[in-house]
């Protein structure tokens, strides 16, 4: 009778701790602080475009894609791809109107050696990194030294 007893408390007591651990699992996964963004990059060694996968905080829209950009400027993690371009370009201006995001570049991205990505493929790999990370626009835009350009 005892055993019973105790076989009851003990199915309870684990009901709560699994139950309870569930509940926090999904809490987490619904109010996770970092957003997953796939970042796209040229292979030294082949024609491939390869992925690397980065966290980042959560940001409102503008934020967020700013936020993105400037982290692709700076170059792939891993030491077998190549940066989409020069080292020294910075992000002049990111903004959206509407479905239209607008994305302005220094002068430096249309510096190239060995180290980065054609100019051509640099604008068409930042257009793919935006549209696979934010799907919410319609049209890119982008600008090197105030012109603008067109990818492939």
């Not at 390869?50 to 934020?63: H, I, L």
């Not at 030294?145 to 990818?151: M, Y």
């Amino acid at each position: 009778m005892k055993t019973e007893k105790n076989k009851k408390v003990f199915q309870i007591f684990l009901g709560i701790i699994i139950g309870s651990f569930v509940i926090s699992l999904a809490a987490f996964i619904v109010h996770s602080p970092k957003v997953r963004r796939v970042c796209l990059y040229n292979s030294y060694d082949s024609d491939k475009i390869c992925s690397e996968v980065r966290y980042f905080p959560r940001m409102n829209k503008n934020q967020a894609v700013t936020a993105f950009v400037e982290d692709l400027l700076l170059g792939p993690f891993t030491n077998r791809y190549k940066s989409i371009f020069s080292k020294e370009t910075k992000l002049e201006f990111c903004f959206s109107r509407k479905k239209t995001l607008y994305v302005g570049l220094s002068a430096e991205a249309l510096k190239t050696d060995n180290e980065v990505t054609d100019i051509r493929q640099g604008v068409s790999l930042i257009r793919k990194n935006i549209v696979k990370n934010f799907t919410y626009f319609n049209k890119i835009c982008i600008f090197i030294d105030g012109v603008e350009v067109s990818g492939e």
